[in-house]
């Protein structure tokens, strides 16, 4: 008799967790077509993450300003952490909160992959597969409570303090004017959460979505009127995978590649825009992730609506869908690998420069001695330095990562075993400065720079990348 109960509730436990699994997917799968205030996108969320715990991850990057979590989603196989040789790539939506589109985007996004790789649809499959995706589909959570509908209107663009996120991180073009401080404690509640974010993930690749326009910007969004100053745009060392970046979306979005498809917006050649050539602006997140994150990202302007009417996300979100998808596709441009010293030990800050393509940028290897550098297919020369090592050459010819969900894989054994540096010049926020190019292709540091790292002649130490043909 005790056996038989025994049995009988083993089978009504897992009676039970069935229909709750079956519930939850239930639930997960009838995502509809509105705007989902905040609390309906943790819920969401958290259901896709209950539900899908082989492939997702859901975790808090900090609060809003009113103390509202700012929710981040990660797809992948291996969603609570990193894995070498898998890039980390993300999407930000809702920076603005009366920008809207981007949330939907997002959620919708989160759905349209799981079911595809729930379905064994190739392209989800092999994004999940070879790329950590993070989603964080609302930055700006107070913003979007204080919203109305207008399409124009700011009504709730800025946070609960009244300031605009997309004007308060750290301005590099601002610092090498005025010497400006980090102060991140002086920083918004949201950008510091962001801030914060980037130094815990090794971003590759990223992209903010907004609304107002239709068209894909690029850096820089500022300058400090050097010779960076191109035919009024703000060019940096990689506009050439800028320019590709943003036609990738452009180009596979149903309408914006048209360039002229909003009456109140100025018309953008191929959908795409250089953002200070479009209007200058200080503070952006564009220009923080790159210049001190090493992460390229564009800001993507997705609809011409601020707001737009619920009956139109049907047809916005079929229009962003392959963009959005074929955008992720890129983190996988260029070449990868890791940076090994003499005892074949994983070497972090190993620094990445170029003789001929200097990078503002002080793309460096990471704690686990991984590099990613997004670079156009063509042919390369390489050397890998660090200080006190006597570095590492080679010479590639990089292919199209893309179509295969891999960047090139090269792996870099330094000469000899690098000496520990002094912690604070390991940990330093600064990033390496940003210098005045002599022309779209070269860049180079002048002898009168400022050096923030006190690195001296150790400066050159890094990764070079110097591309053969022209």
């Not at 997705?302 to 992720?328: D, G, M």
């Not at 000469?415 to 005045?436: D, G, N």
């Amino acid at each position: 008799m005790n056996r038989r109960t025994d049995r009988q509730r083993t089978g009504c436990t897992a009676v039970m967790s069935s229909l709750l699994l079956l519930l939850l997917l239930t639930s997960a799968s009838t995502l509809e077509f509105r705007y989902h205030n905040n609390s309906e996108i943790k819920q969401y969320l958290v259901q896709v993450n209950v539900s899908n715990p082989d492939i997702t991850h859901l975790y808090s990057i900090g609060r809003s300003v009113r103390g509202q979590e700012l929710w981040v989603l990660v797809l992948g196989l291996s969603p609570r952490r990193h894995t070498v040789g898998i890039p980390e790539f993300k999407y930000v939506a809702n920076m603005h909160g009366n920008e809207v589109l981007g949330r939907v985007l997002m959620l919708h996004l989160i759905d349209d992959l799981v079911r595809g790789f729930r379905n064994n649809e190739i392209e989800s499959v092999q994004l999940l597969t070879n790329t950590r995706i993070h989603i964080l589909p609302t930055m700006n959570p107070d913003g979007f409570d204080e919203s109305d509908t207008d399409c124009q209107y700011s009504t709730g663009r800025f946070n609960h303090n009244g300031i605009d996120l997309n004007r308060n991180f750290p301005d590099a073009f601002a610092g090498l004017r005025r010497k400006q401080q980090i102060n991140e404690e002086e920083r918004e509640a949201e950008v510091r959460a962001v801030i914060g974010w980037l130094k815990t993930e090794s971003f590759v690749l990223s992209a903010n979505l907004h609304g107002g326009a239709l068209v894909a910007s690029y850096p820089y969004d500022n300058s400090n009127g050097g010779s960076e100053n191109v035919g009024g745009a703000s060019i940096s060392p990689d506009d050439d995978v800028f320019i590709h970046l943003a036609k990738t979306y452009s180009s596979n979005h149903a309408t914006m590649h048209l360039g002229d498809r909003c009456k109140d917006s100025r018309p953008f050649l191929n959908g795409i825009t250089n953002g200070y050539e479009w209007y200058p602006l200080i503070g952006g997140m564009q220009d923080y992730n790159y210049v001190w994150s090493q992460c390229l990202e564009l800001t993507l302007e997705v609809s011409c609506c601020k707001f737009p009417p619920v009956s139109q996300l049907p047809a916005l979100w079929t229009e962003n869908r392959k963009s959005l998808l074929a955008y992720i596709q890129q983190v996988h441009l260029g070449v990868k690998g890791r940076v090994f010293d003499g005892s074949g030990v994983p070497v972090q800050n190993a620094w990445w420069r170029s003789k001929v393509v200097r990078t503002c940028v002080p793309f460096r290897t990471d704690r686990h001695g991984e590099y990613y550098r997004l670079l156009l297919p063509g042919s390369y020369s390489f050397t890998v330095t660090y200080p006190g090592s006597r570095g590492s050459d080679g010479e590639l010819t990089i292919p199209y990562g893309p179509d295969q969900y891999s960047a090139m894989k090269h792996d870099f054994l330094l000469r000899q075993s690098p000496p520990r540096l002094p912690a604070a010049r390991l940990t330093s926020p600064w990033p390496a400065q940003l210098f005045p190019a002599t022309s779209r292709s070269k860049w180079s540091r002048p002898e009168s720079a400022p050096d923030p790292l006190g690195w001296g002649s150790a400066w050159g130490s890094g990764l070079v990348a110097q591309r053969s043909n022209p």
